[in-house]
């Protein structure tokens, strides 16, 4: 029997891999978990054969859970992304598996094959240097990144001055001559406008879907079309924002993918 582990932030992404798997009865689903750090402790106390492993976790994301195991040998792992197309084409340059989010019954398949094939077989072939060498050329793009954009934002309020991380803003408000940044539940006010911190800020993280919105797709949850022709997003505080058919699609493009392309 394959021993599988299955690591998503979402429950509801956990269930559909392991509904998925139901028909794959050489796989025997061991454990799942729900962030980076729970991860890291199941795996290097267990011995796995393969591991399907969301990418982008709060706190400790999937490549940082791969860099802090310290199990004897490394479990096969098909990564689960909504990666951007360079993540995607990194994927293919290293010849690993991956599964983009939705998953579909197919690809999953196809890559399960793929990983039975070599784990039946016990070629492994140099996994673990692929692995590693993506791990250097995904930090290499994102320490560039950080240098090219805003990594945290400086803020003035009178008497004092505090910094919030980019990555903790969920979405970004227009209020006349300031900007609103909402984290989690509080909204934090800068003297910007918007059209300057759009420049600043990760295009492929914070996307405009309004005039007067910015969001960051990572807190997307769910996407439903209007009548209107709009379209409205649900994020994971179950904010509800409007995707306004100019935005539209720029906001789309992000997800492009020639195999399961966004279809309403």
Known sequence: MIKTLIVDDERLARQRI???LQNETDLEIIGECKSG???VSFINQNNLDLIFL???????????????INAPQMPFV?????FDSFAIKA??????????????????Q??????RERLTKDQRDNFDERVISLLAEIKEVKLRDEKKYLNRVMLRPPGRIYFIQTPTIS?????????????????HLLRETMSNLEKR?????????HRSAIVNIDTVFEIRRLLSGDYSLTLKDRTELILSRHYRDGFFKLFDDPDNPVDF
């Not at 098909?78 to 909504?82: E, R, Y």
């Not at 800020?201 to 879907?209: G, H, Q, S």
């Open 18 to 20: 392991r509904r998925l």
């Open 37 to 39: 750090a729970e991860a």
């Open 54 to 68: 969301d990418i982008q976790m709060p706190e400790l994301n999937g490549f940082e859970v791969l860099q802090q």
């Open 78 to 82: 098909i990564f689960v992304t909504a």
């Open 91 to 108: 994927f293919e340059f290293h010849a690993l598996d991956y599964l983009l989010k939705p998953l579909t019954p197919e690809r999953l």
């Open 110 to 115: 196809t890559a399960v094959s793929h990983a």
């Open 171 to 187: 979405w970004i408000e227009a209020k006349g001559n300031y900007v609103n940044l909402h984290v989690g539940k509080e909204g």
């Open 201 to 209: 800020l990760d295009p492929n993280k914070f996307v405009r879907i």
